[in-house]
């Protein structure tokens, strides 16, 4: 018989106030983080719409003598960090550098640029490309990596031949299956270079399509909260890891940490393992406003979700955990509220008044989880997930945990020599 009684037993109270402090920690230590990205992006949003009047480049990647770009803040403080050097990784993708380069080639900044592609592999179609653009635009040059050196990682090879091509003194990564969304991208993202100070910034990327079928949903959550938990580090002061579509710094902090000599038996960690050993708090900038985004491209988007989360579970291991570690802790918490409200509604039967509390709080703190996760998603250029959003945050560390196993089943894959 059903029973309203608000007479209850020590072991309910006890189980309700736990899932009571549960809910409260998982704010400080979950919500808050998971909301700052959400926040910093809706900040700064604005900051490259002055920008949007800049002229066209000429064929060196320069504009025309004396002319001046509208003196708004930020087009001022792009002009002041002088000119980049913007190294695309390719592995004879043809096909995508007639897509990208053109976008690249088109980017407004005054103080001009140039485009290194540096392609591992050496295939005529790849090379008629470059050269086709190449005899238009002069600012474009075409690199290949050598033959040998197997033990070591073909692409930061790459990276470091292209970096030391480079003539000026910021580089700017992306890869050849990128999609530039804007003609602002470089301008946004070289602003930040003319503080002395700055040498790294982080830009963001996400998938260009979003794939449907069985478990999409939660492969487009797990990209983003990977996103999320990185960013969030990088803006409080912690930045371990970037991506590898969208990320800028310093030839001098290169070569001053000696490129990737302390990776280079792994076949990735150009955007986790060397960013954790250059960033730091007073050196590294998040940019996130829409005109910076870079979109992955690739035929098969599951596939490529997969792979990026095998591999910076891999490199995780030898970054910062911390982040990574505060958002599993939320998410346990959150597992340890609901079996707290459980166990509370279980032990006062047949008085419902301890499960109907229960419920409420429960729907309340994944209402809260959802919104803020639902918010930040948005903000970092991804669609939104709607109802089935609850269910796969609380499975989220469940999936981290099959991950964690397929990786060190699969450990061999990811060096150099593998």
């Avoid at 640029?113 to 392609?119: A, G, L």
């Avoid at 599951?302 to 505060?326: D, I």
């Amino acid at each position: 018989m059903i029973e309203f009684d608000f007479n209850f037993q020590l072991i309910t109270i006890l189980l309700f106030a736990a899932m009571v402090v549960c809910a409260i920690v998982v704010f400080p230590v979950y919500v808050r983080r998971i909301r700052r990205v959400a926040s910093y992006a809706a900040t700064h949003a604005d900051d490259c719409e002055g920008m949007e009047n800049a002229p066209q480049p000429d064929e060196d990647g320069l504009f025309t003598e004396g002319f001046s770009i509208v003196e708004d803040e930020e087009t001022m403080k792009a002009a002041a960090a002088g000119p980049a050097s913007i190294v695309v990784y390719a592995q004879d993708q043809a096909e995508a550098l007639t897509r990208l380069l053109p976008r690249l080639l088109e980017q407004r900044y005054e103080p001009g640029f140039e485009v290194i592609v540096v392609n591992e592999g050496g295939s005529e179609a790849t090379s008629d490309v470059v050269s086709m653009l190449a005899s238009q635009h002069r600012n474009l040059y075409l690199t290949y990596t050598p033959d040998g050196a197997r033990s070591l990682s073909r692409k930061k090879l790459a990276l470091m031949l292209g970096i030391k091509a480079a003539q000026n003194r910021v580089v700017v990564h992306t890869m050849a299956t990128a999609t530039i969304t804007s003609p602002l991208w470089l301008a946004s993202i070289m602003r930040h270079f003319s503080n002395p100070s700055v040498e790294v910034v982080l830009g963001n990327a996400v998938p260009a399509y979003q794939e449907n079928g069985m478990g999409s949903r939660r492969r487009t959550f797990d990209f983003y909260a990977s996103d999320a938990t990185w960013l969030t580090a990088a803006l409080s002061g912690h930045p371990y890891r970037g991506t590898e579509y969208n990320i800028a710094y310093t030839r001098d902090l290169f070569f001053r940490n000696k490129g990737f000599s302390r990776s280079l038996d792994k076949r990735y960690g150009d955007d986790d393992i060397f960013v954790s050993e250059i960033a730091t708090a007073e050196n590294t900038v998040v940019e996130l406003c829409p005109e910076s985004r870079v979109e992955m491209t690739a035929h098969n988007t599951r596939q490529l979700l997969k792979e990026l989360a095998m591999r910076h579970e891999f490199t995780g291991h030898e970054v910062s955990r911390s982040s990574r570690r505060m958002m599993a802790t939320g998410e346990w918490m959150l597992w340890l509220m609901i079996l707290c409200g459980i166990g509370a509604a279980v032990t006062a039967l047949p008085n419902i008044i301890p499960a109907i509390a229960a419920l409420v709080v429960i729907i309340a703190m994944l209402w809260v989880a959802s919104a803020a996760w639902s918010r930040t998603i948005r903000a970092l250029g991804g669609k939104r997930l709607r109802m089935s959003l609850p269910w796969i945050i609380l499975m989220h560390p469940f999936r981290n945990m099959r991950l964690a196993w397929r990786v060190r089943r699969n450990r061999s894959k990811f060096y150099s020599w593998g």
